[in-house]
């Protein structure tokens, strides 16, 4: 599936929330700390600074997924279900990764789905928490990519 990738619109907050909300339902290690009129509500709040790239469907405009980026920090990668492991992640991150030199996250340590992804894209593992930093309270994992120089090495520019 080749997906078009495009920004996001103030009008794609409603499907992008959902598509969070969805996520943390199917997680049963995640605590529920949103409801779905607050995820919605953050969706927006990073769509109007300017941070998402959505993927949708070239045939019909379905979202499939979505990526938020400030600059060099990966805010979040949400990936539709039934659109899960056709892709779509893989295009967003990459598209994310032409346009920086460096690119960081955090996942949580439950999370083994996003770490292979994450470890797959490039990503290496560069410190981990103990929940003590984030609203959850889960251990977590920061993830750091870097580009290749010209040369064949990693890039020394960091975020």
């Known amino acids: 599936m080749t997906p078009r990738l495009r920004p996001a619109r103030p009008t794609d907050a409603g499907r992008l929330g959902a598509m969070m909300s969805d996520a943390a339902t199917e997680r049963p290690w995640k605590p529920r700390l949103h409801s779905g009129a607050e995820d919605i ?3 927006g709040q990073m769509i109007d600074a300017g941070w998402v ?3 949708e469907d070239g045939a019909d405009g379905a979202l499939l997924g979505f990526l938020a980026r400030e600059g060099g920090y990966v805010h979040a990668l949400f990936i539709a ?3 899960q492991g056709t892709g779509i992640g893989r295009a967003l991150m990459a598209e994310a990764q032409r346009h920086c030199p460096a690119l960081e996250l955090w996942t949580f340590e439950a999370n083994h789905g996003a770490q292979r992804f994450y470890e797959r894209t490039g990503f290496t593992v560069v410190g981990r928490g103990d929940g003590s930093r984030n609203d959850e309270g889960l251990p977590d994992i920061h993830y750091r990519w870097h580009a290749p120089a010209r040369d064949g090495s990693e890039s020394e520019i960091r975020p």
Do not use: Q
């Open 41 to 43: 509500a953050h969706a």
């Open 53 to 55: 790239t959505v993927a």
């Open 81 to 83: 279900p039934a659109a």
